[in-house]
């Protein structure tokens, strides 16, 4: 094992003369840095009843630790009666110094959880794994959910992961890692899964001395609060009954799920108990399979997603083992590889309403989208064995042909690094949903006051006056006496803002890949660019413009004399104008369409769109005329962004002609700067930490 940790530790060496990964290290520590130093101002600069809930209600003067009794009379105290004995005594400490060292401490435990983490890779590690992975766990685990919870409740959630972490892959023998998971069991009962895991991988010291420790545990506090035990583990059925109620959407287990479907009663428990009887069964088999494939970590994660599935309740801070789940590959070709590790962040980080949208038929999805990753990494998922040959070498994936263009100077690529291949489909609709999540967030959080974008609304108003352009009062009175214009451009305003650039996408996706990533690139940095205009520059378009006389033909009439208008903003942000979306959007869909589109009648009908959409935003009052130049301002500037970062859409072989001319079906993925580009400078023996 001293060989391979100098091997290691000499490829880590090496990977510090290339300038790039050692900058790109230092960022990546920096930006922990960053990140714990923010946890600790978000959870410390709150006023004392909102920071640490948990923590406060335990402990502080009037907690359920202090206070005579059951600790689960007042209903507040969520975990086992062991977890309360452990507690008990911090109650003498201050409470505020307490909730100082408390969240201190939480850090270190990530921190000390993402470095177990890391050294249970399993072999064989790349150079630059080996160099950079640490930063990136730690930074992975302080920006998940269930970390966040833990930070804002100052619950003890994180102990029992990195407890059983210790046991399996830091500590040496058989009795202690036992002890260690037994501890950890004590404090979540599901954790005892982890000793039918030590069973079924032959480690039956361990798994006997594992539930030893939990029986001796739970005995202990028998012993000392017999009351408070047998109202935890009998009258709460192991703590079903405890916090919140079992179908908030917090609780993501099968039996909150199934609560949440509309089961009641002895119909839903024995609907859990059969399917956590096979969650079990499947789960573990498979977590035994890959433990002696060598994926112990793997097999760790799968376990503690099987525990997930199966608790009574699993709430939002004790879901830390589906991020472990991110160490599995699952995928033979390139191209498909980072779908599953960009599900698992994504599902740990970002809130189910940013992911899918608000719509019947997705809700029950993503009311359980944390469930669902549980379940798929504990039964579905399937991940390659290291004996596969694809473990290390993907499929490679051939970049489609350059598609001829009749205008070469047009940007339409995405990257810096140039990939003309059909990007991932899962990964380009939970990109698209979390960009327009954030998108619409921003734009929300960028409202101000009314006499500041009214300001702008006269500023705005002067100006067309200036340039004889302030044509929106005619137009909008125009269309008002004409019902049927009306009607229509009321429902083109509504209606095709969004499906138009949607329905392009899809086509483009599917025919035209490669100019997919430019289309879907521009119209990204275009929006951002939007955003910022929103941000700097309020504007009340002219239906919100008090005096002018304007009429909303699309929202209706408006009270702007009511002193409560302003709340319109809860909603969306009304003052959102400058620049224009609905036309540079539409723009954008023309400019696609023109150089893309095969036939000249789709071309017309493509340039026909903008020119229906910037009538339509004027005459109902909602932009004004330089609202829609703000709009082609950012287009055009996402088409240059796009062309500096990605190059010309056409590529040019050396000798001047097109590549996709020379009868190549598609070029061979090919390893990008600074990548390793050989097997045997790729993998290098893992570290023999703990037993597998």
Same mark, same amino acid.
């Given at each position: 094992?001293? !060989?391979?940790?100098?091997?290691? #530790? ?9 300038? #790039? ?13 960053? %990140? ?30 202090? $206070? ?69 766990? $730690? ?8 970390? #966040? ?10 102990? *029992? ?10 500590? /040496? ?54 009351? !408070? ?37 002895? %119909? ?23 433990? /002696? ?61 940013? %992911?899918?949208?608000?719509?019947? +038929?997705?809700?029950?999805?993503? !009311?359980?989208?944390?469930? $669902? ?43 810096? #690094? ?13 990109? =698209? ?49 004409? *019902? ?14 969004? =499906?138009? *650039?949607?329905? =392009?996408? &899809? ?38 413009? *008090? &005096? ?44 696609? $369409? ?34 829609? +130049? ?7 500037? &996402? ?11 056409? %590529? ?11 009868? !190549? ?25 703990? /037993?597998?």
């Amino acid at each position: 094992m001293a !060989d391979v940790e100098r091997s290691v #530790r000499g490829d880590a060496a090496a990977e510090t003369k290339d300038p #790039r990964a050692a900058t790109a290290r230092a960022v990546l520590w920096l930006l922990v840095g960053v %990140l714990a130093i923010r946890q600790v101002a978000v959870v410390l600069r709150r006023p004392p009843g909102e920071r640490l809930i948990d923590l406060e209600t335990w402990t502080g003067a009037t907690g359920v630790l202090h $206070i005579s009794g059951s600790l689960y009379d007042p209903g507040r105290f969520t975990g086992t009666p062991f977890a309360g004995l452990v507690l008990r005594p911090l109650t003498i400490s201050a409470q505020q110094a307490l909730g100082v060292v408390w969240t201190f401490g939480s850090l270190l435990l990530v921190v000390l959880l993402g470095f177990v983490a890391v050294r249970a890779l399993p072999a064989p590690v790349s150079r630059r794994t080996a160099f950079l992975a640490a930063p990136v766990a $730690i930074t992975l685990l302080m920006v998940s959910l269930p970390v #966040r919870t833990t930070l804002h409740l100052g619950q003890t959630s994180i102990l *029992p992961v990195l407890l059983v972490l210790l046991a399996c892959f830091a500590v /040496r023998g058989e009795r202690l890692p036992g002890v260690l998971t037994g501890v950890a069991a004590a404090l979540q009962p599901a954790v005892l899964l982890f000793a039918v895991l030590f069973w079924l991988t032959g480690r039956r010291r361990a798994a006997v001395s594992g539930g030893a420790t939990f029986a001796v545990c739970t005995a202990l506090a028998w012993a000392v609060m017999p009351g !408070d035990s047998w109202a935890y583990w009998v009258h709460h059925v192991a703590g079903a009954g405890l916090g919140a109620s079992p179908d908030d959407l917090s609780n993501q287990s099968l039996h909150g799920a199934l609560l949440r479907f509309g089961l009641q009663g002895p %119909l839903e428990i024995a609907l859990f108990l059969v399917l956590a009887a096979v969650v079990v069964l499947v789960g573990l088999r498979r977590a035994a399979r890959y433990a /002696r494939d060598g994926q112990l970590l793997l097999a760790v994660a799968v376990t503690g997603c099987v525990a997930v599935a199966v608790s009574p309740t699993a709430w939002q801070h004790q879901l830390l083992w589906v991020l472990l789940a991110v160490v599995g590959r699952a995928g033979t070709k390139a191209s498909d590889r980072l779908v599953w590790p960009a599900v698992v962040v994504l599902v740990l980080t970002l809130p189910g309403k940013m %992911l899918l949208p608000n719509v019947g +038929v997705v809700l029950p999805v993503r !009311d359980n989208v944390l469930l $669902i990753a549980a379940l798929g990494a504990a039964c579905v998922v399937p991940f390659l064995s290291r004996t596969s040959p694809h473990w290390q070498r993907p499929v490679p994936t051939d970049y489609a042909k350059p598609v001829p263009a009749r205008y070469a100077w047009v940007p339409l690529v995405p990257l810096w #690094r140039r990939v003309l291949s059909r990007p991932n489909l899962l990964l380009e609709l939970l990109l =698209i949903r979390v960009v327009y999540s954030a998108y619409a967030k921003v734009r929300l959080a960028a409202a101000v006051g009314r006499p500041t974008a009214e300001a702008h609304g006269r500023q705005i108003h002067s100006a067309e006056q200036w340039l004889h352009i302030d044509i929106e009062h005619w137009a909008n009175h125009t269309v008002v006496a004409i *019902p049927w214009l009306r009607d229509f451009f009321d429902y083109y305003y509504s209606t095709f803002h969004f =499906i138009v *650039p949607l329905t =392009i996408l &899809g086509v483009l996706y599917v025919r035209r890949p490669s100019d997919y990533r430019w289309a879907r690139s521009s119209i990204g940095f275009a929006t951002v660019l939007a955003l910022v205009g929103f941000w700097l520059y309020p504007l009340a378009p002219p239906r919100l413009m *008090p &005096g002018l006389g304007f009429i909303d033909t699309v929202h209706g009439a408006q009270d702007l004399d009511s002193p409560d208008f302003g709340a319109l903003t809860a909603m969306t942000n009304q003052y959102a104008a400058m620049p224009s979306l609905h036309f540079g959007w539409s723009l954008w869909c023309g400019v696609v $369409i023109l150089l893309l589109a095969p036939r000249t009648w789709m071309k017309v009908l493509g340039l026909l769109h903008p020119l229906f959409t910037v009538s339509t935003i004027v005459a109902t009052g909602n932009h004004w005329v330089l609202d829609a +130049v703000g709009g082609a301002t950012v287009v055009a500037m &996402g088409f240059g962004l796009t062309y500096a970062l990605a190059g010309p859409r056409r %590529l040019q072989a050396p000798g001047g002609g097109d590549p996709g001319d020379a009868g !190549d079906p598609g070029v061979t993925e090919r390893p990008g700067p600074g990548e390793e580009t050989a097997a045997a400078r790729d993998a290098v023996p893992e570290p023999a930490v703990g /037993r597998t």
